[in-house]
């Protein structure tokens, strides 16, 4: 059923505005993004739509295929329910100039939660098109991101950099979105013709607000300012000896390391070199694996199955703790890799497939 249809269905008229957002897939260059570094995503063909009409009074009345029915007022505080979101988007746009008393609204989302695909940046890119419709408000795609993240930030609690939003509001399918986090630039590189990149659900999902994912933002906090540089994308690994902490030492060097890997793949896969870049994508999955420890048994297991398959690369994508493994193959080992990898990971199941 679409966003419309439930809509409808639930509040018996049809709606004023409607939006789709799509999800992403990290092919590279995971946790750089709130260091100032560089990352490499992509669209996935999942995606959360919206439909939603103004209310008269300051009710927010929400309709999901996946979280079910919910009703809150605008102006109370926030309660961990989904409808945050909602009020997120409604505060920054009134920001805006748009007044927005409440809102009736239906969502519908085939982007898994929890997964590490991006479907909380969806669902907020999705809400800020529709509610930009509805209130005939042109903002860029670049200043819907922003707004994206500090509804997360300021909402859900999570603090989470720029990726997510910039991918899910301003990348192209078929097309890897090169993106400067330090100032938005982008750049947008054509997938490889003649290889597919894959992604597989390993079994076990991870919440992101758990509280991890702050954890490694301080912890990289704390590593640039022993090193004293504005942000860790200026460090470089001659100086990760300056820092005696072990553990703030190894998450410096994930950062540091990843951000020359997404340089690496990058030109990498504007050579159509996809044997390098498989091999940047297992060195990636190594460092988040020892130096920023934010993988898990199920995601190993799907990387090393992966790889005896005969995926080029293979690593976890997104926050990490459970979720998605991206891997890059020769399309026309597509079958026979993908059966290999669900025979051999019970928990696994496949997501998408990203091709040019
Ligand atoms: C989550 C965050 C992103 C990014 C990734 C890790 O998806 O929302 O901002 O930090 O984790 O690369």
Not at 145 to 161: K, P, R, S, V, W
């Amino acid at each position: 059923m679409n966003s419309q249809t439930l809509f409808k269905s639930h509040f018996q008229y049809p709606p004023t505005s409607s939006a789709k957002a799509h999800g992403r897939v990290n092919l590279i260059g995971e946790h750089t993004d709130y260091n100032n570094g560089f990352v490499l995503p992509t669209l996935i063909e999942q995606n959360i739509e919206v439909s939603m009409s103004l209310r008269d009074d300051s009710k927010i009345k929400g309709i999901s295929s996946e979280f079910g029915e919910n009703s809150v007022d605008m102006e109370s505080s926030t309660d961990g329910s989904w409808l945050d979101f909602v009020r997120g988007a409604s505060y920054y746009i009134q920001n805006e100039g748009c007044k927005i008393n409440g809102l009736d609204l239906a969502v519908t989302s085939s982007v898994p939660a929890g997964s590490g695909l991006s479907s909380s940046a969806a669902f907020e890119i999705a809400l800020l098109r529709a509610i930009c419709h509805l209130t005939s408000l042109d903002l860029k795609p670049s200043k819907i991101a922003e707004i994206g993240q500090l509804i997360e930030h300021q909402y859900i609690g999570t603090q989470c950099g720029i990726m997510d939003q910039m991918a899910s509001a301003c990348a192209e399918f078929g097309q890897a979105l090169y993106l400067d986090c330090q100032n938005l630039n982008t750049e947008t590189i054509p997938i490889f013709s003649d290889h597919t990149f894959m992604v597989i659900h390993s079994g076990s999902t991870r919440k992101l607000s758990e509280g991890k994912y702050n954890e490694r933002k301080k912890e990289t906090e704390l590593a640039s300012e022993i090193l004293n540089v504005s942000s860790l994308r200026n460090a470089t690994k001659d100086n990760l000896e300056l820092i005696k902490d072990g553990i703030i030492q190894k998450r410096a060097r994930h950062v540091i390391t990843e951000n020359e890997r997404v340089q690496k793949a990058t030109q990498y896969l504007k050579e159509d070199n996809a044997l390098k870049f498989g091999n940047v994508m297992n060195e990636s999955h190594q460092s988040m694996d020892d130096d920023y420890e934010i993988s898990s048994p199920e995601l190993n297991h799907v990387v090393n199955v992966s790889r005896r398959a005969g995926a080029l690369g293979a690593r976890l994508t997104g926050a990490g703790f459970g979720g998605c493994v991206v891997l890059l193959l020769p399309s026309a080992k597509n079958d026979e890799i993908k059966e290999n990898i669900l025979k051999n990971c019970p928990h696994s199941y496949w997501v998408t497939n990203i091709k040019h």
